[in-house]
């Protein structure tokens, strides 16, 4: 679960490290370690929810997408606006806002730095839900449980889905049966299938290996 408080998630990176001119470590050392911060978040086994209230700007933006889901309250405000100070996104908003909204989407959002409401966001792939702003953790908290208490195989199709993205079919395929043939070793496994025969589906109680 992702949050940044009832008014603001995350507004960015702060600008005055940026040091420009410098191509070094030094110059662009925040979003460089952003990018492998936000990487190592977006691979954990766990579903991730972010709640967005309010302004999820640059750095933000990307480690909202960086979740499995996002759970907007009705101010939020999404956006990449690293083209306006003549850089461009360097934490993956490059990369992970094609692949929620489109890549010709993608390049006007980048391309003109504009900010995206709540629900052009739900509209274009970018939000999951909206919600009002006082509402938003409590949504996001009841979607967060809702996987909390799934099954293993939670992970394994995560891993499946977010390694294969971009991977040649056959290569793709080949990772799908290797988490299948974990998820079928689990706990869970025996025991969604013992529900499933004796009492019918949606009925049984996880434990999480």
Same mark, same amino acid.
């Given at each position: 679960?992702?949050?940044?408080?009832?008014?603001?998630?995350?507004?960015?990176?702060?600008?005055?490290?940026?040091?420009?001119?410098?191509? $070094? =470590? @030094? /110059?662009?050392?925040?979003?460089?370690? *952003?990018? +492998?911060?936000? &990487?190592?978040? %977006?691979? #954990?086994p766990q579903i991730l929810v972010a709640a967005v209230n309010g302004y999820a700007l640059g750095?933000?933006?990307?480690?909202?997408?960086?979740?499995?889901?996002?759970?907007?309250?009705?101010?939020?405000?999404?956006?990449?606006?690293?083209?306006?100070?003549?850089?461009?996104? $360097? =934490? @993956? /908003?490059?990369?992970?806002?094609?692949? *929620?909204? +489109?890549?010709? &989407?993608?390049? %006007?959002? #980048?391309?003109?730095?504009?900010?995206?409401?709540?629900?052009?966001?739900?509209?274009?792939?970018?939000?999951?839900?909206?919600?009002?702003?006082?509402?938003?953790?409590?949504?996001?908290?009841?979607?967060?449980?809702?996987?909390?208490?799934?099954?293993?195989?939670?992970?394994? =199709?995560?891993?499946?889905?977010?390694?294969?993205?971009?991977?040649?079919?056959?290569?793709?395929?080949?990772?799908?049966?290797?988490?299948?043939?974990?998820?079928?070793?689990?706990?869970?496994?025996?025991?969604?299938?013992?529900?499933?025969?004796?009492?019918?589906?949606?009925?049984?109680?996880?434990?999480?290996?």
């Amino acid at each position: 679960m992702l949050w940044g408080g009832p008014k603001i998630f995350a507004a960015g990176a702060d600008i005055k490290e940026f040091r420009p001119g410098d191509s $070094g =470590a @030094g /110059g662009a050392g925040a979003p460089v370690s *952003l990018t +492998g911060a936000l &990487r190592q978040l %977006e691979c #954990i086994p766990q579903i991730l929810v972010a709640a967005v209230n309010g302004y999820a700007l640059g750095g933000g933006c990307e480690l909202a997408m960086a979740a499995d889901f996002r759970v907007a309250a009705g101010d939020a405000v999404f956006g990449q606006p690293e083209i306006m100070l003549g850089i461009i996104p $360097g =934490a @993956g /908003g490059t990369q992970r806002l094609p692949r *929620l909204v +489109g890549l010709s &989407r993608a390049k %006007e959002i #980048i391309y003109s730095g504009r900010r995206v409401g709540a629900e052009e966001a739900l509209a274009i792939g970018l939000a999951d839900a909206v919600h009002p702003a006082e509402e938003t953790y409590e949504h996001a908290v009841v979607l967060a449980e809702r996987f909390a208490a799934g099954p293993a195989a939670l992970r394994h =199709a995560k891993t499946a889905m977010n390694g294969g993205f971009d991977l040649p079919l056959d290569d793709a395929l080949a990772l799908e049966t290797a988490e299948f043939v974990s998820a079928f070793a689990t706990e869970d496994a025996r025991i969604g299938v013992k529900s499933f025969v004796e009492h019918g589906p949606g009925k049984a109680a996880f434990v999480g290996r």
